[in-house]
C-alpha cells in the first residue's frame, strides 16, 4: 500500500556577516592578549563584562575601559549530557554562570580541567561561590572562544 | 484595564507528532474548533492575530502569509507576533488591546508551532547573540537548568528535597494530562521514573522536561459589548501583565526574577488580587521544566521564598489541593512553542467557563494564565475570570 | 476609531552601511533621537513595541532579546511583530491599539534592519513556502516585477510609456534623497541613467530597485490626553487600514491589487477622507520598486485605473505638484526592511508637524503613509494629521 | 593603525523535515506520473492548483480531484538576470505565472525552450495570453521540478 503522507527533508543554510562595533571589537581584541575587558559606568559606578558601548541600567554612554580579574566565582553551573544540533562541545560538559571579580554581572562560558566521570565529585568541587580561573586558548582568534574555559581553583 | 475584553470561544488541534498534516492544515484545526465553539464563522472575525516561535523553527519565516486561508486572514487585518515561549501570552494580549481600542469587535488570535518540522535547540540557539551567549547555551535546559541551580543554592534547598518535589510535579502532570484529550503525552510516570531517567543537564532528566510537540491553538477574543450579545457564558479579561529584562543571560537574577514577579503583579493589581493563593481558583503555569515551576510558583506569590518544595510535597498545587496547577498536564506534557502560552489562557478559560470536561476544577470562577520566553528573559500573565 | 492617539517624537539613524556599530547600537541611535525629539526619557515609557523582518535576516531569531538594553524595555512590557516590508505600519498600528486600549500611555515603537549582515534576497526566499513558490521566487524582484507586468497588460500600458515614467519616479526620488539627511542613497541620477543601468528583473532596472540598508526608526505614541499634556504639536492618527491576501501568489490579481486598496479605503473612511488626491497634502508611499509605485497611486485612489503612468508624466506627485509623494526620497533610496514602514510614517509626521527641515512641504496638515510585505500579501496605511 | 571595528562571518544551518500532510503528497505522486492535480471545490465550484485540502474561499473541506490541463496560458513573466543566494538556477532565467486551462488561478514556473539572448524576440514571444504547455523532468522526484518548465505552444 501507497504511504498516504509524506514529509520532505532539507537544510536551509544562511550567510551572515555580523559587525563587533568598536567596543565588542576591543573587547575580543583584549582577549588576543589575554586580558577580559569590560567597562565601567561613569554614573552608577556598576562594571559589566563582556563590555558595553553604554550603560544597560543608566541608558548613557559615559563609560571607562577597565581590565577585569580573570578569577572569579560560580554562581550557577549545570553538565550537559544531551546533544543538540549547533552545539560546539561534544558533551558531556559544563557550562556555568561565573561572575569575575569586582564585576557587577556574570559572564557565560564553560567549566573545565575536572574529571566528570563522578557526578557527586563534580558536585562536591562546583559549588556556588566556587573559585575559578580563565583558562586560556594557545590559539587565539579574537573570539570568545579565545578563553578555553574557566577552571576551578586549588 | 481599558474597555472591557471577553474570550468568547477557544479551539485546540490534538496535539503531538501530526506529520499527517501539513502546517497550514494543523492551523486550520484550531481555528475551525474556535469558531465552532463560540458559535460565529469567519465574516465575523474583524483582525487576526498569529504568533510562532522564532519564524525559522519550520523554515518558512512568515508563517502569517503561509496560513492565510487557514486562519481565514484574506481581506482582514492580520498582526504576527512572537516572543518565544511567551509568544501565546502575548498574542492573547494584543487581541486584547486590538478589542480594547475599538478598532475590532471580534479578534481571532492564533498560535502554532510544529516542531516535528526542525530542530527545537538548533532554532532555540539562534535566540542567543552570535558572540558571546550562542555556544554556552546548550538549547533551553542549559539556562533554565542554571537557573534552577541558582535557585536551589540561593535558599539552601537540599538536593534530595528539590529532586523529590520535582519528581512529584513531574508525576502530577502526567496524571492531570491523562485527563485532557489534546495532550500530547499521556502516559503515567512513576516518582522512581523520574529520578531514574536519563540526565539531560544534570539534574534535570528527562522526566523533567517538556515533549517537543505539533499543536495549535486558537482563542477568540470580542469587545465587552459584543460578547455580551453573543456569548453566554464569555471568559472576562481581568488581568495582563507582562515584563522583559536584560539581554545578557549572566546580568540578572533569576533566583528572584523580577520579570515573572512583576508580572504578576500587575495582572493582579489590575485583577484586584491580593492574596492569589486563596483568591485564585485554578492556575495554569508555564512549566517546561519541573524545577523551574517552583521557582513561578514563588515569583507568583502562591508562596513565599523558597518555600515551594515544601509546598509541592504537602500537595498544595495538586488535583483537590488548595491551589491546583496544571490540571491540563501542563506544558510539561504538550509543548508546542508558538501555541503553548496561548493553550495556558484556552485552558483557563475553560475552567472558568465550567467547560473543562474531566480537568475541570470544580466551580472555579477565577483563573490564572502565564508564559515564559527567550531565555528566561520574558513573562507573561493573564487573569480571566467568570464574572466581568 | 478608538480613543485618540497621537504621536509625540520621531528618531531615525543616519542610515546606510553602519558596519561601524553593532545591531543594538544602531538600534539605540534611533530611540535616544526620538526620545529627545519627544522630550522624555526611558521612564516615561510603559511599553515597547518591535519590528523587523523575518527575524533570520541578521541571524538573531529574537530581536526583542537582543535589543533589551538599546530600547529600554527591561522592566517593561515588551511586543515583538513582524508582517515582511509592512512591519514598520503593523507596529505603529499596534502602538495605536495599545495606547488607544488605555492600557498605556506612552508606548515606544521601533523598527529596524542591518542588511549589511545578513542576504536580503535569500532571507526573502525564506519567506515563501518550501513545496511550491520558494525556487521560483527570485527573492522580491522577480514577484514585484511580474505584478507590474501583469499590471501593464491588463490595462494596456505601452512599454514606452511605462519604461519613461518609472524613470522619472526614479529621478524625483533620487533629487528628493539629496534633501533627507537620513537617506542612504544620496547621488543624483538622470533619466538616461536610470533607462541604460543593468537589469535586475526585466523590464526592471537597477535603479529602479531600491538599496539595502541598515537602518532604525522610533517612533512615540501617545494617547491623546498624555499627549496634549506633554506635547505642542502632535501628530494625530486619524485612520489605520490594513489587509491581508492570499498565500498562494498566483490566486489574487495584483493588476487591483485588494490588499492595497481596501487598506487604505478603510483608512480614508476613518479619516473622513473622500478625495484623497484633493484632500491629503503629502504622501510617503513604501516605492522599493518604481513601477509598483504606480500601482499604488491608483490603489490608493491618486488617479484611476491605468492612467498612474500620465499622472506621473505631468508632474502630480513630484515636488511641487498636485500630491508631493515621498519627498524623504523614499524606499527607493533607503530600505532596512523593518524599519522602513515606520520611517514613512516618521516622515508623515514631521511633515505634519513642520519639522521635516529642507524635505518639508509647505503647510500639510493631512499624511498618507503606506508599506507593503510579504510578496505582495500585506498593506497597511496610516494617515497622520496636524489637528486631532 | 588598528581597525577600530570587525566583522565576523558565518554561516546558520538549520534542519528541516517538512510534512506534506494528504492532499499535497497526493499532488506531488500526481506530478511522478506526469498528471498535475488540482482540487475543486463543491460549494463554489472554483478549480485549484496545487491541490488545496480546503477551499480558500469557502473554508470547508468538500472537495473533488481533478486533473488539470497541462497547457495554459502565461498571465505574467519576467526574465531575472540577477543571481541570489538560494536561487536553484543560474541567471538568466524567465519566471512566470502560468493559468493552466480550466482552473481558477495560477501557478508559479520557469518558462523555457526559449532563446534569451534577444530581449525584443523574448517580448514578442511572452506576452500575456501566451500559449505554453508542461515539459516534464526524464528524472522525476515527486517535487515541483518534476515539471521542468513551460514551454511555448507553436
Ligand atoms: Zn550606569
Ligand atoms: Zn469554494
New interface residues.
Partial sequence: M????????????????????????RF??GLKEEKILGTKCLQCGKT?V?A???C?DC?VSEMEWVEAAQEGTI????????E?????RKPPYV?????LAGTD??????VGGIDLSD?KK??QKL??GAKVKAVWSPDKK????DIAYFAPVR | MGKSVAIIGTGQTRHGRR???CYPDLVKEAVEAALEDAGITLKDVDGVVLGTMPS?ME?VSSTHFYFAEAMGSVGKPVLKVETCGSTGQSIGHCGFFWASSGMADIVLVVGSEKMS?G?G??TM?TVFD????R?????A??VF???S??WM?RFKIP?DKGREAAAMISVSNHDNAMDNPHAHIRTRVTMDDVKNA?????P?RLLDVCPASDGACAVIFASGDKAKKICKKPAWVKGIGFRGE??????SDKAIWMSATEAAKEAYSQAGIKDPLKELDVAEVYNPFTYQEMIFYECFGFCPRGKAPDYVLKGTFKKGGRLPCGPSGGTLCTNPIGATGLIRMAEAALQVTGKAGARQVEGAKLALSHAMGGVDQFNGVTILGSEQ
Wanted: proline share 5%; hydrophobic share 40%; aromatic share 18%.
Fill in positions: 501507497k504511504k498516504e503522507y509524506r514529509t520532505i527533508i532539507n537544510d536551509v543554510a544562511l550567510p551572515y556577516k555580523w559587525a563587533l562595533g568598536r567596543t565588542w571589537t575580543f581584541d559589566f563582556p558595553r558601548s553604554f544597560p541608558f554562581v550557577t553551573w549545570t553538565l550537559v549530557d544531551a543538540y544540533d549547533g552545539q560546539t557550562i556555568a554562570l561565573v561572575k554581572c556574570c559572564i557565560n562560558h564553560y557526578l563534580v558536585r559549588k556556588e579574537a573570539d570568545i572562544h | 506529520q499527517d498534516v525559522m523554515g518540522e530542530d535547540q538548533a540557539n552570535p558572540f558571546f551567549q555556544t554556552f547555551a546548550a538549547g535546559p542549559g537548568t542554571m537557573q541551580m541558582e543554592y538536593e536519563r540526565i539531560i543537564t544534570y534535570v536584560e539581554f545578557f543571560y549572566g546580568e
